[in-house]
T-cell receptor
Framework: DAKTTQPPSMDCAEGRAANLPCNHS???????VYWYRQIHSQGPQYIIH???NNETNEMASLIITEDRKSSTLILPHATLRDTAVYYC?????????????FGTGTRLTIIP | DSGVTQTPKHLITATGQRVTLRCSPR?????VYWYQQSLDQGLQFLIQ???????AKGNILERFSAQQFPDLHSELNLSSLELGDSALYFC???????????????FGPGTRLTVL
């Protein structure tokens, strides 16, 4: 799995868009970018994933640069419940190789 | 609620002891994963089972072992416990999806193990 680099912490005002960056400059062509989050000490929760196109679901948007060396997770209207540690993972997902390698993540704090 | 259940929620034991953590995956999920989260090591993958067979191994100590039973529930056995084994142990499950790259794992609430 490619190494990912994320800022250790970020703040965002409630109601504003939270933009969480992730650097994965050594990502290979068959590796996907996954985002998970962990609220307090709960089990991590899947948010979104992508390969090279931008992706959007009901939780967030994922913007991947054209060279795929970095990406940004966007929470469009952050709420207090979005306060969590966000993990960016770059992984080649094959049957029999679905383990997730979590880094240190970004601790996002939503400010009222 | 992810649909993955883990028991017990908390476990306090002494060094040298052996414990068993149990996980029931979501209905229909064939893959089960175990992760350990400690303060100094973060979230680490331990082992994966698929339909009863070991599929992948991570940083799992020899004192630890796991298995997945025919009803798909899984158990993680930790023996000769040391102070450093104190951690949150998460189980996750997933279905083998056909969509490219899809790797959504559903995590249970975890078992907090304290070794005194």
């Amino acid at each position: 799995d490619a190494k990912t680099t994320q800022p250790p912490s970020m703040d965002c005002a409630e109601g504003r868009a939270a933009n969480l960056p992730c650097n994965h400059s050594t990502i290979s062509g068959n590796e996907y970018v996954y985002w998970y989050r962990q609220i307090h000490s709960q089990g991590p929760q899947y948010i979104i994933h992508g390969l090279k196109n931008n992706e959007t679901n009901e939780m967030a948007s994922l913007i991947i640069t054209e060279d795929r060396k970095s990406s940004t997770l966007i929470l469009p209207h952050a709420t207090l419940r979005d306060t969590a540690v966000y993990y960016c993972i770059a992984s080649g997902k094959n049957f029999g190789n679905e383990k997730l390698t979590f880094g240190t993540g970004t601790r996002l704090t939503i400010i009222p | 609620d992810s649909g993955v259940t883990q028991t017990p929620k908390h476990l306090i034991t002494a060094t040298g002891q052996r414990v068993t953590l149990r996980c029931s995956p979501r209905s229909g999920d064939l893959s089960v994963y175990w992760y350990q989260q400690s303060l100094d090591q973060g979230l680490q993958f331990l082992i994966q089972y698929y339909n009863g067979e070991e599929r992948a191994k991570g940083n799992i100590l020899e004192r630890f072992s796991a298995q997945q039973f025919p009803d798909l529930h899984s158990e993680l056995n930790l023996s000769s416990l040391e102070l450093g084994d104190s951690a949150l142990y998460f189980c996750a499950s997933s279905v083998r999806a056909l969509a490219p790259g899809y790797n959504e794992q559903f995590f249970g609430p975890g078992t907090r193990l304290t070794v005194l």
